[in-house]
């Protein structure tokens, strides 16, 4: 494995990452969010998602990390938009 590429999962690991973990805090600190297991990791869906897509390509111009991390984060924030309207 080259570093760009080794770079390119580490960028995606992170947002993914970081967006499950934000998650959790966000809704044991929070009250009115209450967020199951499995949506918790619906970030980490979007990381696998890329993982499997890595089989040579070609790839669009649209398919780089940073849009793969940004899928990852938005789909963190939509998961808390619906944990946050379904305990209101």
């Known amino acids: 494995m080259g570093i760009e590429r080794a770079r390119s ?3 995606v690991a992170a947002g993914a990452g970081g967006t499950t973990v934000a ?3 966000i809704s044991s600190i929070i009250a ?3 967020v199951d297991a499995f ?3 619906a ?3 979007v990381y696998a998602t890329y ?3 890595r089989k040579g390509g070609p790839y669009g111009s649209w398919d780089r990390p940073r849009n793969w991390a940004a899928a990852a984060v938005i789909v963190g924030v939509v ?3 619906v944990a946050a309207a ?3």
């Open 39 to 41: 949506p918790s990791v």
């Open 86 to 88: 379904r305990g209101a």
């Open 23 to 25: 998650i959790a805090v």
């Open 79 to 81: 998961v808390l938009a």
């Open 43 to 45: 970030p980490l869906l």
């Open 51 to 53: 993982m499997f897509s």
């Open 32 to 34: 009115g969010v209450s």
């Open 9 to 11: 999962e580490v960028v």
